[in-house]
């Protein structure tokens, strides 16, 4: 286990995980791709009080558990490989829109989501 928590900038860890939970809110808005995102997945965009309460709390563990699995390749080096880690998520999440029928535009705004975010909580890392 301690290959795990040795040497994390939990600092880092933490800022990138509220970092891209925020881009996630805006990322998913209807001032960015939420619309059309929502259109191509089957979905409606709701109003503040129908957000999905399951969704979000799991979107925010996941976001977190994203962030410390990035700090993990930072304290050891092995960005090259996190970079094939999200390469191999990224595409696993692009062959179930495929198979699920969502359209590409949704697949697109998911997958570079996913992205984003990485980029994002690697930049924390070389900042923070």
Excluded: C
Excluded at 18 to 43: D, I, M, Q
Excluded at 109 to 119: C, Q, Y
Aim: hydrophobic residues 60%.
């Amino acid at each position: 286990m301690g290959e795990i928590t040795a040497n994390i900038n939990w600092l880092a860890v933490i800022v990138g995980a509220v970092l891209a939970f925020l881009l996630g809110w805006l990322w998913y808005s209807r001032s960015l791709f939420g619309t059309k995102w929502a259109e191509g997945v089957g979905v409606s965009l709701g109003d503040a009080s129908e957000m999905p309460i399951k969704a979000m709390v799991t979107q925010a563990i996941a976001t977190f558990f994203f962030a410390w699995l990035v700090g993990v390749f930072a304290a050891n080096s092995a960005v090259p490989t996190l970079i094939l880690v999200v390469s191999t998520i990224v595409l696993l999440m692009a062959s179930g829109g495929f198979f699920s029928k969502k359209s590409a535009y949704a697949i697109a705004t998911e997958t570079g989501f996913v992205v984003t975010m990485a980029v994002l909580m690697v930049g924390v890392h070389f900042f923070i």
